[in-house]
T-cell receptor
Framework: AQTVTQSQPEMSVQEAETVTLSCTYD???????LFWYKQPPSRQMILVIR??????QNATENRFSVNFQKAAKSFSLKISDSQLGDAAMYFC???????????FGTGTRLKVLA | GAGVSQSPSNKVTEKGKDVELRCDPI?????LYWYRQSLGQGLEFLIY????????KSGLPSDRFSAERTGGSVSTLTIQRTQQEDSAVYLC????????????FGPGTRLTVT
């Protein structure tokens, strides 16, 4: 069965510093997508970044980047120059290309300290 | 354009009552998902609609849960004879097609069963 694990229930980072959120997954498939979603207190889930498994290059979106280690089945999110608005729950998600089902981790709550 | 909308934003109901939760997907999005998010948990898949195909109901936790999608657009999730364990945030998401990789989420409905 495919699973997604986020082992850090909560993380804190000082404003302007860098933080890394961990995510590991288990799958026997080779072609899939990985995602990081942000859920602020408003509950609105927002896509932060997406990685396609066949692409070796790590995805980057402004201050957000990933470290995708396919062999290790690891997909961590790095947030640089953290801002107060980055405080939220962050969910890692997996989707096998051949299906429409997404599998989500249990989330990491990120606190940003002023 | 408008995003995914859900109503009501919050719903408090007594145990044993029926409730209906509504989702308006983004216009033109053929795929629609319902998820349940319990406190401290990740997103639990409930049901998936794609165009005129039969929905995937494999995630519905019991026969008290049902959903329909009228005209390929608006969807309603119905919970009959609500129980306290049904208390959660119910999220709806839509996407362009089965092969579309990005889901767009609504703000969710927080259901509280007293």
């Amino acid at each position: 069965a495919q699973t997604v694990t986020q082992s850090q229930p909560e993380m804190s980072v000082q404003e302007a510093e860098t933080v890394t959120l961990s995510c590991t997954y288990d799958t026997s498939e080779s072609d899939y997508y990985l995602f990081w979603y942000k859920q602020p207190p408003s509950r609105q889930m927002i896509l932060v970044i997406r990685q396609e498994a066949y692409k070796q290059q790590n995805a980057t979106e402004n201050r957000f980047s990933v470290n995708f280690q396919k062999a290790a089945k690891s997909f961590s999110l790095k947030i640089s120059d953290s801002q107060l608005g980055d405080a939220a729950m962050y969910f890692c998600a997996y989707r096998w290309r051949e299906t429409y089902k997404y599998i989500f981790g249990t989330g990491t709550r990120l606190k940003v300290l002023a | 354009g408008a995003g995914v909308s859900q109503s009501p934003s919050n719903k408090v109901t007594e145990k044993g009552k029926d409730v209906e939760l509504r989702c308006d997907p983004i216009s033109g999005h053929t795929a629609l998902y319902w998820y349940r998010q319990s406190l401290g948990q990740g997103l639990e898949f409930l049901i998936y609609f794609q165009g005129n195909s039969a929905p995937d109901k494999s995630g519905l936790p019991s026969d008290r849960f049902s959903a329909e999608r009228t005209g390929g657009s608006v969807s309603t999730l119905t919970i009959q004879r609500t129980q306290q364990e049904d208390s959660a945030v119910y999220l709806c998401a839509s996407s362009l097609a089965v092969t579309g990789t990005e889901q767009y989420f609504g703000p969710g409905t927080r259901l509280t069963v007293t």
